[in-house]
């Protein structure tokens, strides 16, 4: 199970990899739009310098036509470093984009998948890591967590390296229920993450426990202060 983190933002990342098992980081065009006209490679890099070689970096390609996916792929490759993960969005275009960065040994993320046939394609063509869109498929009246589900049983079949990297999360509920579903890994924004660790129940069962500790060995004491 992996949990990784959509933003490039560099202070997000470096409190989420000091705290919590963070296995990557993911990004895409609108992921860029919301830290303004960043230098994109040197943002990149800051990235990669922060979560170091052993997570995992995906980043997008823009380009429309195949050709265009390829060299925006081999840009990527050439300014961030080459165990970048290419998200490629899985139409026609992306899956020849795939097929030829497949043939070169590069990582790749099929994204901006909406159905189960656009993912078993991606399987077909190799791609490293599946990125349905739970959310939008939810918004969409598709049942995410029955394409999910068929895709997991799809790669356990054929014995396949491809992992499920569920993305577009509103819930923690929506997390959830991707991993129930059959994902291995799954994207979200600090926000999702925000909200699952600071539920008010948390918090006041927290508080109950120092309380009911304090009054047996007095304010302030802690575990290891009884070793005084």
């Known amino acids: 199970?992996?949990?990784?983190?959509?933003?490039?933002?560099?202070?997000?990342?470096s409190k989420a990899i000091a705290t919590l098992p963070i296995a990557g980081?993911?990004?895409?065009?609108?992921i860029v739009k919301k830290e303004g006209p960043v230098p994109f490679f040197e943002q990149l890099r800051q990235v990669r310098q922060l979560?170091?070689?052993?997570?995992?970096?995906?980043?997008?390609?823009?380009?429309?036509?195949?050709?265009?996916?390829v060299r925006d792929a081999h840009t990527i490759l050439a300014e961030v470093d080459?165990?970048?993960?290419?998200?490629v969005p899985t139409n026609e275009a992306?899956?020849?984009?795939?097929?030829q960065l497949k043939s070169e040994g590069v990582h790749l993320t099929a994204t901006a998948i909406y159905s189960e046939f656009q993912g078993r394609?991606?399987?077909?063509?190799?791609?490293?890591y599946l990125a349905p869109y739970v959310n939008r498929m939810v918004n969409m009246n598709v049942d995410a967590y029955a394409v999910i589900g068929r895709l997991a049983d799809q790669i356990a079949r054929e014995h396949a390296s491809t992992k499920?990297?569920?993305?577009?999360?509103?819930?923690v509920q929506q997390v959830n229920d991707a991993f129930a579903a059959g994902a291995q890994a799954a994207t979200m924004g600090v926000d999702v993450l925000h909200t699952a660790l600071t539920n008010p129940a948390i918090s006041n069962a927290v508080d109950q426990f120092t309380e009911d500790w304090e009054s047996l060995?007095?304010?302030?004491?802690?575990?290891?202060?009884?070793l005084k």
């Open 1 to 13: 199970m992996e949990f990784l983190l959509d933003t490039i933002h560099l202070d997000d990342i």
């Open 25 to 30: 980081v993911t990004s895409n065009p609108s």
């Open 51 to 69: 979560i170091g070689p052993d997570r995992t970096l995906h980043a997008q390609v823009v380009g429309r036509t195949t050709d265009q996916m």
């Open 82 to 87: 080459d165990t970048v993960y290419i998200k």
């Open 94 to 99: 992306g899956l020849a984009a795939m097929k």
């Open 121 to 128: 394609l991606a399987i077909a063509a190799g791609a490293d």
């Open 164 to 171: 499920i990297l569920a993305a577009s999360f509103h819930t």
């Open 217 to 226: 060995y007095g304010a302030g004491e802690t575990v290891t202060s009884l």
